[in-house]
């Protein structure tokens, strides 16, 4: 392979990685008066989908599994979504030794257009040959400006304690052009677990 075409495949590469999936925290609360640290974790999605119920709750409690947090989701104890009502809940998870609840509901999904400028770039060697050799081998290459949809899903999770049934904490993430749902998930878990776990919740 050239030294152009190995220049020109390491920018490519740069492209390709700004336009991958990103999740970041937008907005976040912890009860200031509230201390201790959970022992195990109840996962409850929202979605009125059972297979998208089972895959958020599926990614999080791979993400929980990682920092060695005990969790459990809610569809192994109540499987029908019909029976996600609070005394359902509290009957399904009395005796379990589960202390908190972790829910998470999908708010929304936006479609923005987004302009992307033209640019040109510059692909060549620095340590090719001599000064004239690198004059002649130093080629631009030019990215006309276009423009793409983004897509910004919105997740917005809470964490209540079992005992006195009291949000603890609360966060919103977005996460940008997920590739797929299960990369989307997996980012958003990652995220949050992270959160409460440098928060000192779990």
Known sequence: MSKRLLSFVAFSFVLV????????????????????????????????????????????????????????????????????????????????????VLVMRQVRVKKEDRYVPPRLDYVGDPYYGSFYGYYGYFAPIYTPGYVTEDTIVHLETNLYAVDGEKLVWSGKTETFNPKDANTYVGEAAKTIVGQLTKAGLI
């Open 17 to 100: 990685l700004t336009a991958c999936s990103t999740t970041k925290v937008t907005e976040q609360w912890k009860d200031p008066a509230f201390e201790g640290k959970f022992n195990e974790v109840l996962v409850l999605s929202l979605n009125a989908n059972d297979s998208k119920r089972r895959l958020f709750e599926t990614g999080f409690l791979a993400e929980l599994d990682k920092q060695r947090v005990e969790s459990s989701a809610s569809y192994e104890l109540l499987p029908n979504h019909a029976d996600l009502e609070k005394e359902k809940i509290k009957a399904a998870i009395a005796g379990t030794g589960i202390d908190a």
